[in-house]
């Protein structure tokens, strides 16, 4: 089993940028692929980013490409959102979750989640 706490979220004006962070218990972090979802209130929680156990794939949302990276640090068990060119939407709670299967967008196929960080985006 793993415990992930995440960190790093705030509020922040629109263009501006925030770095993520999810920390993972135990030893056996690099068995895990690795997510990020987030849920804006009235919404279903929805995917961000991910990344695979080695960190040598990474896959986006369409609406963070090119503006969201997604990196892991086996050494220190963290998962990392770095965050730049917000917009007032990216506004949600954000969570990061860890799965015992390969890389994807289904919240299904996650078997571990943190409690979440707010971001909020003023415009």
């Known amino acids: 089993q793993v415990q992930l706490v995440e960190s790093g979220g705030g509020l922040v004006q629109a263009g501006g940028s925030l770095r993520l962070s999810c920390a993972a218990s135990g030893r056996t972090f690099s068995r895990y692929s690795m997510g990020w979802f987030r849920q804006a209130p009235g919404k279903e929680r929805e995917f961000v980013a991910t990344?695979?156990?080695?960190?040598?794939?990474?896959y986006y949302a369409d609406s963070v490409r090119g503006r969201f990276t997604i990196s892991r640090d086996n050494a220190k068990n963290t998962v990392y959102l770095q965050m730049n060119s917000l917009k007032p939407e990216d506004t949600a709670v954000y969570y990061c979750?860890?799965?015992?299967?390969?890389?994807?967008?289904?919240?299904?196929?996650?078997?571990?989640w943190g409690q979440g960080t707010q971001v909020t985006v003023s415009s």
């Open positions: 990344i695979s156990r080695s960190g040598s794939s990474t």
């Open positions: 979750a860890a799965s015992n299967s390969n890389v994807s967008p289904s919240t299904a196929s996650y078997d571990y």
